[in-house]
């Protein structure tokens, strides 16, 4: 009986833990450089997760490391749109440069710098 018992607890612990994991969106692709003046540059999110999530409370930062600081030059508020479990975001500089854009940040070339140490963050709720 006592087994029996610890195997229910076990369950329900193991649900709430995955009622409770957040959502799996990553960044999964980032083109920030092209030959000649960078016009087409984006990058791809993708919900590696069992089910669809909200991108809404999400922001990615773009961050110029430069000079060994860390200072934000663009952060993108992502709207309230549903990202299918398997399906890709993409924000880009042009989309009439980038096929499959989602989210054009209204900077025609340059959207994305590409220096060394410079990096891209995506955070939830902050």
Same mark, same amino acid.
């Given at each position: ?7 229910? *607890?076990? #369950? ?5 833990? @995955? @009622?409770?994991? %957040? #959502? ?12 000649? *003046? ?13 089910? #669809? ?42 989309? @009439? ?19 060394? %140490? ?9």
């Amino acid at each position: 009986m006592a087994a029996s018992r610890l195997s229910l *607890t076990l #369950a329900a612990v193991a649900l709430t833990y @995955a @009622a409770a994991s %957040p #959502a799996q969106v990553v960044i999964n692709e980032i083109d920030y450089d092209q030959d000649g *003046t960078d016009t087409a540059e984006y990058l791809e999110l993708y919900n590696a997760g069992p089910a #669809a999530v909200s991108l809404l409370g999400y922001t990615v930062e773009l961050v110029n490391g430069s000079g060994g600081g860390a200072a934000v030059y663009d952060t993108i508020v992502l709207p309230n749109v549903s990202l299918a479990a398997g399906d890709y975001y993409v924000i880009c500089a042009n989309a @009439a440069t980038v096929s499959n854009c989602d989210l054009d940040d209204d900077q025609n070339t340059d959207f994305i710098q590409n220096g060394a %140490p410079d990096a891209i963050g995506l955070r939830l709720s902050g």
